[in-house]
């Protein structure tokens, strides 16, 4: 995204900052063993107010300096950048994102202790980098201003995350073109999972095939780790471990998304192994795929977050009623979750964006639900879930996990689905199994 956006971005961050002060840094990288780290991926919440993805950087905000954005970053090393990659450096990071002033990361905590004496509020990252965050409550611990001077204290630390969420929750035009060539590559690559499909292969193989499409088509790293979860593993929610064989008659349950540019994609789809779902496999699909469209059509300007909860919700326990799996009315059993916890057991949607659970309420302070406004992007995702030894579900049921999740982008007008690109109706999941080669 070019600079301009992330100056406007910080002409809005200093409205609201008023006479406060902020300070956030760059995520620490991670150690994998000896000196072999993790792939590197900034913080979030830095990135979106600098635009810097180096590591070791750090930016202080306060609108009373000379300098009301200064940048600390990794100043050049020519050893260091023969063995870990090139650095901007000091006088390049200062036109490159924008700073008002440019230092070496090294100076942080001398540059943050003069902008003490002018700040009574500091706006922090909380629970993030919990080890910045104590570094910086420990200098404020042993700050003592110099009152003769004039000097203040500071008296209150705020949370960064309640200025800089709802910002995130309102992509502008820049993130939204990214979300969008991301999702359409993302889908792409589920549809040539889809294909590569057949009896025979490992979860593993599909995973590889899926995220070579991602990245083959320009995706830096995953959004999260791939779940292809074949038969039963699909109940389990979060399964990575992508180890079994794919058996015929089973379905598959493929959630993973590409990340570009820093944004995530969130997709999945559940597909018969043998491109041919069984009579109680396409039960189960209808009733999770009527529920997914009710949810998006409840995604509009003006309506709560959690309308498609609600939405997505009435038309499986509608299903689950059909098939006696559950008994009563659908008016009490919503208000319970319990009666309905074993076969859909978590929510329907979450913001996207930078994250793939992204920054942003669901609830606000008075309990009451977001109101959804055009630029929020959410994810659209219910499923259903029978248990192998619970009595109330029929024998041809039992261990079979369905889900269906899209990207949603609230519009003026309602909503646009950002991943249609793979299909989800029966007739084109039956067309398109098995049909692509497998690189093997
Ligand atoms: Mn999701």
Known sequence: MNIEVFSQRRTQFFQQLGKASAILFAAPSQVRNDDNSFPYRTCSFFYYLTGCREPNAAAIFSASSKAPFQLFVQPKDSMAEVWNGRRLGVDLAKDVYGADACYSIELWE???????????????????HRKQENHVLDILRNHFPNRKNGEREVVAIR???SILSPMRMVKDSGELALMRENCTN?????????????????????AAEIEFQFKYQGASDLAYPSIVAGGENALILHYVDNKDV?????????DAGGERGLYASDITRTFPVNGKFSPAQRQLYEIVLQSQKAAIQAVRPG?????AHDAALRVLLEGLLRLKILTGSVEELMKDRKSYGAFYPHGTSHWLGLDVHDAGATYQRSGESVILVPGN????????????????VPAEFRGIGIRIEDDVLVTESGREVLTEGVPKEIAAIEALVGSGSVKI
């Open 377 to 392: 992007v959410l994810t659209v995702e219910p499923g259903l879930y029978m248990p192998t030894d619970d009595a109330r």
């Open 110 to 128: 001398e540059k943050f202790k003069q902008t003490l004496p002018h700040t009574e509020e500091l706006f922090l990252l909380m629970g993030i």
């Open 303 to 307: 309506a709560r977050f959690h309308d």
């Open 246 to 254: 794919l058996r015929d008659g089973d379905l598959l349950l493929i």
């Open 186 to 206: 993302s889908a792409r690559a589920h549809a040539k999972a889809m294909a590569a499909t057949r009896p025979g292969l490992f979860e593993y193989q599909i």
């Open 159 to 161: 949370k960064l995350q």
